[in-house]
């Protein structure tokens, strides 16, 4: 009898161990996935973000070098020029 118990708790003691190590697992994965998911958008928006700087610095360097500079350039035209110049002065 006491052998029986000892393998009926020894059965009951590796189940507990394996759910656990199935739950620990699991939440491994979830973890790993949520991270991949904000590094993917934080590329994203970063990738983004460049286009828009690269869109905006060519409209800047178009009316800088254009023969047409306008009287009163706009503000990111004057922000981009001082970035053309080394900065402010």
Excluded: C
């Excluded at 189940?15 to 199935?22: E, V």
């Excluded at 869109?55 to 178009?62: D, L, P, S, T």
């Amino acid at each position: 009898m006491i052998i029986a118990f000892k393998q009926d708790m020894s059965m009951t003691i590796m189940n507990i161990k394996n759910k656990f190590d199935t739950t620990i697992t699991n939440i491994e994965k979830k973890f790993d996935n949520t991270i991949q998911q904000y590094e993917r958008n934080a590329i994203a928006r970063e990738e983004r973000m460049n286009q828009q700087n690269l869109f905006n610095f060519r409209i800047a360097a178009k009316e800088l070098l254009s023969d047409t500079i306008p009287v009163t350039p706009s503000e990111t035209t004057q922000e981009s020029a001082m970035v053309l110049h080394g900065g402010a002065k």
